[in-house]
Every structure is written in C-alpha cells, then in structure tokens.
C-alpha cells in the first residue's frame, strides 16, 4: 500500500504517508520493505537520497539474522567498496551454504541447494541480480531473477535438474534445455505468458504440438500454444500444475483414461466449454476449472473423495454439474459464484460442505440435503436466491455463519443440536442462540428462552423492529448488520455483549438506547448508519469513540506486507467524533452520556460543548 502510494500519486502528503507505511512495515522486520527503503535512499537522482537514513537502515539490515539479507547487504558493499571490502568479504562468509528454493521434483523433494556464490559477483543493479541461478556445481537450475530483461533462456550445458516454477511468472519468449537435464520439477514455466518456444535437447523430454512431456509422454509439463482443441496421448497420467493456464482459445480437450492426476489451476481461465473427468483420476488440484467463463458442463467420473478448493469458481455459464457417488466432501468455494448452475445432484454419501461451497449460485434449485450431511460451512448457500425452502438432515452437527440466504426457510430434523420454528433455526450448545431468521415477520419478539443471536443470523433481512426478551445475554458481531429496513431494535436489560457491527449500515436506525448492564460494545456497531440521532448510554463500563462510528481491520497482504483498510466512511486513524458531525455524516446526532465524557480513539476527553454531548441527569 505504502508503495502504491509512492508511485502513483502526485500529492506530496499521500508520498509521505506511504514513506510512513513503508518505514512501518520495514520496523516489522519485513525485509522486502527494507530493500525498498534502501532502493530510495540510496539513489542520487532522487529527491529522497539520504545518506544517512541508508545507514540507518542497512544496520537494521545486518542485524536482521536473515540469509536474504545477507546477500543484499554483500551486494552493496561490493558495488560500493569493491570485492575487498572487508564488508563485503564478511557479509559473504555469513552466507550459509544452502539456499531454501520452492523445488517440488516429481520423483523426489528438494529442501535445500548448496548456492553458487560465484553469482554474487555479477555486476548488476544495486540491490537485485539478473539472470539463473546455480547450485554451486552447476548441476541444478534453482533460481531466477525474473526482472531482468532476458527474453531467451538458455540453461548452462551442466544442468540436469530444473526446479519447480524456476521461471514462473516471468517475462522469457524462449528457453532452451540442454542436453544433460534428466529431472525438471512442476512446471517451471507457469505463468508464462510470452513463451513462444521451448528447444529441448534432453533426450529424457519430449516437444510436440507445443506441448512439453517427459520422456514417455506420462507427464505434461507445459503448454505455450493458442490451439482452439488439442488431442492429448492416450499415456498420459499427469499434467503439472496451471499448464493451461489462461488459454482462452483453448474450447475442446479430451482427456485420456490413463489419466491420473490434474494439477492445480491447469485449466484455470481457459476457454473450454465442457469437461469430462475420467475415472481413473485420482488427485484434482483447487481451482483447476476456475475462471473458465465458457464451460457450461463438467463430469465427474472419478472415485475421488473430495472436491477441491474452487474448483469452479466463477464459472459464470457453468449450467450442469455431474459428480461420481463417491464424493463425502465439497471444498470451499467449489462452485463460488456460478450464476447459472441450476442442474446439480448431491451424492447421499456427502458429509461436509465447505464454507461459500455455491455461494452466488443465484438459479439453484436444492430442496433436500444429504441424510450423511454432518457439517455446512460459512455462506455455504448464501445468496441462493431460488432456494426457498430447504430440509437438513437429524446427522448435521455443525452450521456454520450466513450459510443459508436470509429468505431460504428451514425445515429441520430436530437433533441435540439444532430445531426450528415457523421464523428461526436455533442451535443448542451450551445455551438456545438464534442461528439463522427466516421468517416473513417484519416486527420481531425474541424468543423468552434465547440466550444469544449468532454472527449474521439477521444480516440483510427485512425486518423492522426487534423487541429482545430480558433473557438476552449477548448479540453477536454483524448479527443485524445491512438490515436496511430496521428502524428500532429495543435492548433489554442483562444483556452484556454487543459485538462487531452488530447495527452497521442499518440506514433507517435512528436511535439506540445502551442498557445498563452492557459491558462490552465492539467497534463499528453503529457504523454506516446516516439516520442515528441519538444515542442514550445508561452503561458505565463502556465508551463511545471513533470505532463505535467507524470499522477499521488490519489485514495482512501475502501474510508479509501489512497496511490497514478503512471501512466504507474512510476516517482516518485518530480522528474525533466531532469530525464526523462536521464532515455532515452525522449531522444531527445527539450522544447521551451518564457521568462521563466520550473519548477519542487515543483516550483523550473530548470537549462535551464541541461535539454535542449530553449528560444525562441520575
């Protein structure tokens, strides 16, 4: 986010803040984010050329303990101070031997390659390397630095062994395999979307029809062609991961019975418009069909046990789906969004469904579910808006969050866990919690013996008043979250919890009384609500601040780089309840406190004149 901003904006303040994330970050210990500080401190032609914030940070970098960093650090210093710079030599003895590579072999794993230092000595740009890198004998082609400007790729004649996405994602047109290469790992071409033509001169590989196979046309290695059908050989048992990758011209494919596995993404935004997936198949990798905006039908023949993960996710003209008996578990996302699925038979023998399963899946028709069926997922038929009526099974024991659309009644087979009535699905664990609201009512009373409303059991319903029974213990996060028509919800007293969002963008919401016995109010729960005008707080233990208003997340982008998202007001970290009356979003709400003064994010008292507070008398 940090570097989104430094590049693509022209307001000098937004330049800073994204110097600000990128400094956040990089303080993490988050390497990639101190590399970039190094590339802009350290360039002359820059307006943020700065001698001494580089030193900073390239002491953060050598106490760092990280091989990566290591050999940033003897890079510089090379070019700096040259090969007898005493840095450089140290920093180039502290590089381990062995260098950690993504190396998935077909026959065997390869954790670790002793590294070819020789590589660091290349002349190059200040803080990367261009070109291939070597084990230290030369034998195995372990890495590649793709931002170089190498169009053909032509391996070292020592080279027998090619690792796993070795030029993945990468810009070559070319690539030449020598003579001596006897293993090549999952398809290092992936994600090649400029590759032309790929000369072998291994003996142990085959070239045909712009296709890449081993020796014995067992394995399909890759595929660089734009053929509108392709006939594949009747050896065939594997194809590597994403080979048909984005190949929109791509309609017809016939795959073989010999055929035993299919890789992750192999099909994955293709052009092909029907699929039958033989029997012998015995591993499907996720997402395998996502994307394919032409498919229309898919056969599952295979005894395989489980369907991947988005398997056919955003298949959008996806219409008929034929699985084998022997599916027990549908994956997460399987059929996520297929607008037009409408034909699908659940085998009797599934026994979990996993989280958005058919989420989206706006022409499914689904009545009764599997007598097997043990647990459903979160949002597993949310937004199925044919569904309207649906039985479970005695056997479910788990369900999950939103897995049923707000207007999709339930008919259950009561269990010791769940039971419904004319309105609810209720679970029973250690108390009654109202788990999902189906009903046509739009004034609601909740029931005396409901102890608590789930995460989203009313979300997007059309509901307009709520009157909570004084057993009420707590209200879960998002539980009336987007429920547009609500216009009063009356809390009762002992209840003790509101959670996250629990009223966010409820448009018609104009007041809220907090009763006393509220010990806990999350953030965002009033968020988005434009008609609030007034607010009572009869609680002591709680605050009303910035977060009440406004939900902030943390997210964490490829589990490294971290920036932080606002929600839909977009206030800014620190902001004062006041900003939002005077930036109009609330311009008549009235807080009512008791005996206290509400508090910005940081904790300082805000001033009661300035922002239209009201102490209430005792």
Known sequence: YGLRLIHTSNDQKQIQCGFDYLEK???????ESIIKLLYFYNNKNSIYYDKTKLSEWLNVLEDSNNNEAYHIIAKYYYDEEGKESEKYKKYISLLTDRLYVPALIM??????????????NQKSSKFGFYGILYSDNYTVACGFYKWGNIKTAKLKESVNVIVSCLFEDSDIKEVIIPKNVKIIGNNPFSFCKLLKNISCQSPCFVVKDNMLFDGNMKRLICYWGNDKAIKLPNTLEIIDDNVFYGCMYLEQIELPNSLKVIGKGAFYN????????????????EKCFSCCGNLKQITILSDIKEIPLALCSFCNDLERVFLSGAIRIIGDGAFYNCRNLGDISLPSCVEFIGSDAFYGCTKLKLSILSSSLQEIGDRAFYNCTQIKQISLPSSVSEIGNKSFD?????????????????CFLYEHKDDVSIKHYFGDKVDVEIPSFVKQISQSAFEESDVHTVLCSKSLIKICDRAFECCSQLQSIILNEN?????????????LLSELTIPKTVIMFSRGVISSCPNLSKIIVKSNAIEINNESFEYRTNLWYDKRVMYEEYGPNKFLAGSCIEEFIEDEIYPELFIFVKNKIVCNLDGESVDKHTIKVKLLDE
């Not at 970050?25 to 390497?31: D, E, V, Y």
């Not at 026959?107 to 660091?120: E, G, H, R, V």
Request: proline fraction near 3%; glycine fraction near 4%; charged fraction near 25%.
């Open 406 to 422: 707000s207007h999709t009644r339930i008919l259950c087979e009561s269990n010791d866990t769940y039971f419904a009535d004319d």
């Open 25 to 31: 970050s990089a303080k993490l210990n988050h390497i």
């Open 270 to 285: 293709s052009g092909i418009r029907k699929i039958v997936v033989p029997k012998n198949v015995t591993t499907i990798g």
């Open 107 to 120: 026959t065997s794993q390869i954790d670790k390659i002793p590294i070819n230092k020789d590589f660091y």
């Open 495 to 507: 209840l003790k919890e509101i959670g996250e969002c629990s009223f966010s963008s409820c448009e």
